[in-house]
C-alpha cells in the first residue's frame, strides 16, 4: 500500500540543524509530490515547501527559504527537509505528504510525523 | 492576498449541520482543499477540489463555494466529526497556504 515513513524524534540545540527523512513506498516516487508541514504545540498548520519528485525542482516557505532545503534521492525514494538555525519556535511536529503534481487526482498520503524539539 | 480565514470555533449538537468557512481574495481562482486533525493522528483530506468527497469519507461531508468563501458542511454531526479543520489551497507555483483552522466542538 502506498505508505510514507518518516525518521524518528529529534532533540536538538537552540543554532543547530535536523535533517528529516521521508521513506516512500507503493506507489511510482518521481510521478508526484513530496510536501512539507508542520504543526507547533498548539498552533495550526504551517506549509514549509516542496520537492517534485521527478525533475527535483523545489518551492519554500518565504518565511522559512533561507533556513530549508528539501531534496530527494530517487533510488531510495526518499525525501528529506534540512532545516538550519533552529530556534525553539520550530519545535513542532513535522509530516510529509505525498501529493500529484498539480490539481488533487487521488493522492495525498501523509507520513507519520516527525516530533522535532528545540531547546537551550 | 493569499491569505486564508476561518473562525475559530464552531460549535455543533449531534445530529446538527455544522458549517465551516474559509474566505480569502484568490479563493474563486484557486481549488480549496479541506482537512480533518485530530491530535496525535496526522492530517486527513476530507474535501478536495471545493467539493469533492475523496474516497472513504462520509457523505456527510459536503463542500460549496461562493465568490470569495468557500464552506465545508457537516449534516448530521457525530461525535468522532470532533476536530480541528483546516483550509489549504495553492498557488500556479504549487505553493501551499492553510487558513488559521477551525475548532469543531460537538456538543
Known amino acids: 500500500q502506498v505508505q510514507l515513513v518518516q525518521s524518528g524524534a529529534e532533540v536538538k540545540k537552540t543554532g543547530a540543524s535536523v535533517k528529516v527523512s521521508c521513506k516512500a513506498s507503493?506507489?511510482?516516487?518521481?510521478?508526484?509530490?513530496i510536501h512539507w508541514v508542520r504543526q507547533a504545540p498548539g498552533q495550526g498548520l504551517e506549509w514549509l515547501g516542496w520537492?517534485?519528485?521527478?525533475?527535483?525542482?523545489?518551492q519554500y516557505s518565504q518565511r522559512l527559504q533561507t533556513r530549508i532545503i528539501i531534496t530527494r534521492d530517487t533510488a531510495a525514494t526518499s525525501a528529506y527537509m534540512q532545516l538550519s538555525g533552529l530556534r525553539s519556535e520550530d519545535t513542532a511536529m513535522y509530516y510529509c505528504?505525498?501529493?500529484?503534481?498539480?490539481?488533487?487526482?487521488?493522492?495525498?498520503?501523509w507520513g507519520q510525523g516527525t516530533t522535532v524539539t528545540v531547546s537551550s | 492576498s493569499s491569505d486564508l480565514t476561518q473562525p475559530p470555533s464552531v460549535s455543533v449538537s449531534p445530529g446538527q449541520t455544522a458549517a465551516i468557512t474559509c474566505s480569502g481574495d484568490?479563493?474563486?481562482?484557486?481549488?480549496t482543499y479541506w482537512y480533518q486533525k485530530k491530535a496525535g493522528q496526522a492530517p486527513t483530506l476530507v474535501m478536495s477540489?471545493?467539493?469533492e468527497r475523496p474516497s472513504g469519507i462520509p457523505e456527510r461531508f459536503s463542500g460549496s463555494s461562493s465568490g470569495t468563501t468557500v464552506t465545508l458542511t457537516i449534516r448530521g454531526v457525530q461525535a468522532e466529526d470532533e476536530a480541528d479543520y483546516f483550509c489549504?489551497?495553492?498557488?500556479?507555483?504549487?505553493?501551499?497556504?492553510f487558513g488559521g483552522g477551525t475548532k469543531m466542538t460537538v456538543l
Open positions: 505528504v505525498a501529493r500529484d503534481i498539480g490539481n488533487y487526482d487521488g493522492m495525498d498520503v
Open positions: 507503493g506507489y511510482s516516487f518521481r510521478d508526484y509530490g
Open positions: 520537492i517534485n519528485a521527478g525533475n527535483g525542482n523545489t
Open positions: 484568490a479563493l474563486p481562482n484557486q481549488f
Open positions: 477540489k471545493d467539493s
Open positions: 489549504q489551497t495553492a498557488d500556479s507555483s504549487g505553493s501551499w497556504v
